[in-house]
């Protein structure tokens, strides 16, 4: 198992502050190594914003955070623009990752995502789906 993927960075959040689940489970994969996952500059700038801003999580927790993300990741620099989620634009980032990462999946529980069911061949799933996919 070598999947290749986008975990988005609601999943990431709730695998931080509920450590059981789905959403811990797929983070646990990417830990492990089992899962290849990419993200993006602009996704880490907004998980740090997101901990700072809407969590008023001290700093030293958002870089703990933040440095744990940048290790079971591999980082894309993505060069293209994508306007696809209308209802919340700064969706698309999730897309322009999953993109120039050539990944086969994006695994979110954001409904503008999730309502897409793929993008470019990729596919778009809950934690849920995506380890039911992979244990099957």
């Known amino acids: 198992m070598d999947e290749r993927l986008v975990i988005d960075n609601n999943v990431v959040i ?3 502050f509920w450590d059981k689940g789905n959403p811990h ?3 646990n994969l990417a830990i492990e190594n ?3 996952n990419f993200t993006s500059p602009k996704m880490l700038q907004e998980l740090v914003k997101v901990l700072r801003e809407k ?3 001290p700093e030293e927790i958002i870089q703990r955070q933040l440095s744990l993300v940048a290790n079971y990741s591999k980082i894309v620099r993505p060069n293209i623009k994508i306007k696809v989620v209308k209802d919340d634009p700064k969706d698309d980032m999730v897309l322009e990752c999953a993109e120039t990462a050539n990944a086969e999946y994006i695994v979110s529980g954001d409904n503008h995502l999730l309502n897409l069911k793929q993008f470019k061949g990729i596919k778009i799933l809950t934690p ?3 380890l039911d996919l ?3």
Do not use: E
Request: zero cysteines; glycine letters at 0%; a positive charge.
């Open 55 to 57: 969590f008023k999580q």
């Open 134 to 136: 992979i244990n099957k």
């Open 25 to 27: 489970k797929v983070i």
């Open 14 to 16: 709730s695998s931080i």
């Open 34 to 36: 089992k899962i290849s």
């Open 128 to 130: 849920k789906q995506f």
